[in-house]
Structure formats: C-alpha cells, structure tokens
C-alpha cells in the first residue's frame, strides 16, 4: 500500500511561564492512501499538536512531514476539520461553504465553484438549508456545513480533530456514516482525533496509539473488520477492549 503522508522523528517543545515542555518526543508513522487514520492518546499527549503541524498551522518543531506524490503526480491537498464547527453566522450554509473555495483555490471559477457547492450540498444532505444561517441548524447540521467546506477544496487528505466529540449519540453515528460514505465517494484519506475508542474501531483501518508525554508511538492496532462494522459483533468489541484497555492503563498510570 502506498503511503500519501510520512511523518519522521516529530518532536515538539514549547515554553510557558518560563517552564519548558515537551509534547512530541519522535512521532513516527506514514499514512496510506484512500485509509481513515485514527490517532488516540492520553488528554495533553499533542493528537491535536500533530494535525496542526501537518495541516502547517505549527511550524515550531523538529522532524518531518513529507507528502508523497499521488496519481496525478501532485503533492496531495489537505483540509482539516476543528472541533468547533467555526462558521461564520451572517453567511448562509451556501455562502460558509464556497467561502473557503474561493479564498483557497483561485484557479477554479465562479460556476465551477458554484457547481461544486451545489453537489457538495447534495452530498451532505444539506440543500434544503441552503439559504439558512447558522443560527438556524442543529449542532450536526453545522458540522455536515463545516465538512462541506473542508471538501469543497477537493482534499486528498482530510484532517479531523474530534469534530463529533460535542454531538449526542445518534447524530455522531449518523455523521460517522456520512464520512464512510464521503470517503468512499471522493477516494479521502482520512486522519482522525478521537478519545473514543468505539468510534476509532467504527471507522479506522488503522488505529494509532500515543504514550503519555513526552509522547511517542506506543502501539500500530490495524481494525480487519469488514465495513459496515456492527459494535454489537464480537470481533468489533475485542478490538475496542484492546483499546479501551490501552487507555484505562494510560489513565491509570498518568494517576499516579
């Protein structure tokens, strides 16, 4: 399988009231392609750190970040995803979309950049509520707009950083599903934040595991379960185990 995204040796300090911390002590690992990446640790061990730094929102820290050349033979696109859905409230859903379009891809037109808008509405179920503002939608229908725009650009990569953390139970699964079906739509790579250990087996090929900090990678957990996965299969619950079991001991240990 060919790896999209190589991360080598990342190591990450920062110095706050004179006291110097260290976050990432050399985060190995590639990314492959058209594979949902999980990335799960202990609260503080620098998950959200990593998508920051790949995303070239933190350019302070040693090691590299190397994208690999892709079919087309160019350096694969990212587009990354927050927590908080982070719209603008006096643009409409159609106008939060295109906006990033339009400040990121000034080679695509106007009625390219409208056609696209239109099928991503579609796709994301969403264009019902083109010309409502954000004041106007439910928690998940904000972050199927947020989604919306991180692909509007057309992402090889996708980047994740716990956006269903906030949502009640039935809308994250209903939004997990969305990004299994998106994902397969648009051949992404995604990369995904979580402290869920359910929802890491629900949607990754692969599951990476960081150690308390000064973090590295503890474990590589690769998920061999068919899709769509039943949380209720045995296979599905000895996986989560094992990780939930990695996160208790990590927890235990970051106690004492």
Request: with cysteine; net charge negative.
């Amino acid at each position: 399988m060919k790896p999209v995204l190589s991360l080598e040796n990342i190591k990450k300090t920062y110095t706050e009231d004179g006291v110097t911390c260290n976050t990432l002590s050399g985060v190995s690992f590639d990314v492959f392609q058209s594979e949902i990446l999980c990335i799960m640790g202990p609260s503080g061990c620098g998950k959200s750190t990593l998508l920051r730094i790949i995303e070239k929102l933190d350019s302070e820290y040693n090691g590299s970040v190397c994208k690999h050349q892709i079919k087309d033979g160019k350096s694969p696109k990212n587009a990354m995803i927050f927590q908080e859905h982070a719209l603008f409230p006096w643009l409409t859903v159609f106008d939060n979309i295109i906006y990033g379009l339009r400040l990121k891809a000034e080679d695509v037109s106007e009625d390219e950049a409208v056609s696209r808008v239109n099928s991503l509405l579609s796709i994301t179920r969403l264009d019902k509520f083109s010309d409502s503002y954000p004041r106007q939608l439910s928690g998940g229908m904000k972050q199927r707009v947020s989604v919306a725009r991180a692909l509007a650009i057309r992402p090889d990569i996708l980047l994740m950083d716990e956006p269903f953390s906030a949502l009640d139970p039935f809308t994250r699964r209903e939004l997990q599903d969305e990004i299994l079906r998106i994902r397969t739509e648009m051949d992404m790579t995604i990369v995904l934040v979580t402290h869920n250990p359910e929802e890491a087996v629900y949607l990754a090929d692969r599951v990476i595991m960081l150690s308390e900090r000064p973090s590295s990678v503890s474990k590589i957990i690769q998920v061999c379960l068919p899709y769509p996965r039943n949380p209720a299969d045995p296979g599905f619950l000895a996986v989560r185990e094992e990780i939930s079991g990695m996160v208790r001991k990590q927890n235990t240990e970051n106690s004492v």
